[in-house]
Each structure stands twice: as C-alpha cells, then as structure tokens.
C-alpha cells in the first residue's frame, strides 16, 4: 500500500473528520477529510480520491446523494458508508453499489476490512 492511495472522509461531525483521517494514516492510506458533500464535491478532488468514507445522515446532501450524483457524473469510486444510525432507519435502497456500512463506533478491525473489499490489493 502506498501514500498515493488516498481516502475522503465526508461527515459532518468534527471529530470523525479529526480522528478518522489520523487512523486511516496509521493504517498506511493517506487521508483528507471533509465536512460535507458539497465541500468535497467543490474540492478537486473528486478525481484523486480512491476510496469514499460517507457519513450516510448529514445537512444539506446526504452520504446517498452525493453517492447517486458521483454515479451521475460517472465516477466508481467505491463508497464505505459510515453511520450513527441503527436499525430500520438505515436507508437501503439509495445505498446500492457501497461496499459497506458501518455502524458508529465501528472497530479498526472493521474498517481494515471495508477498506480492503473497498481496495483490493493495497
């Protein structure tokens, strides 16, 4: 695995975007984090992002839709969704194509995991 596979994080809460990327380092990937869809999608760095880690319940766009609206524009990143969430209250159906999801607080274990379905051979 190599500094240049790189990782978005995208989820509103400051402290997922402040630890998340730290231990997506520590794992080997290097990481950028983003407090919404909208601020990654006017990043530039749509094209450099390998792998998505979506918060599925944010203002404005939604993990879902900013996965849907990639999708539109043509791109495969894979997407791991990320959520508080539990339950029923999980949308399903606007989840098609992800990886994962996992369910805050999720493991390292379990991120290993997502991230190697997600990037396989890295």
Known sequence: MTRSTWVAVIDDD???????????????????????????????????????????????MSGPELHQELIRQGHTTPVIFITALTGRSVPTQPLQGHVAILFKPFSEHELRAALASALPGT
Do not use: H, K
Request: net charge negative; aromatic share 8%.
């Open 14 to 60: 400051e402290s997922v975007r402040e630890s998340l990327p730290d231990l997506l380092q520590e794992l080997g990937y290097a990481a950028r984090a983003f407090a919404s869809a909208e601020e990654f999608l006017a990043s530039g760095f749509i094209e450099e992002a390998r792998c998505l880690i979506l918060d599925i319940a944010m203002p404005g």
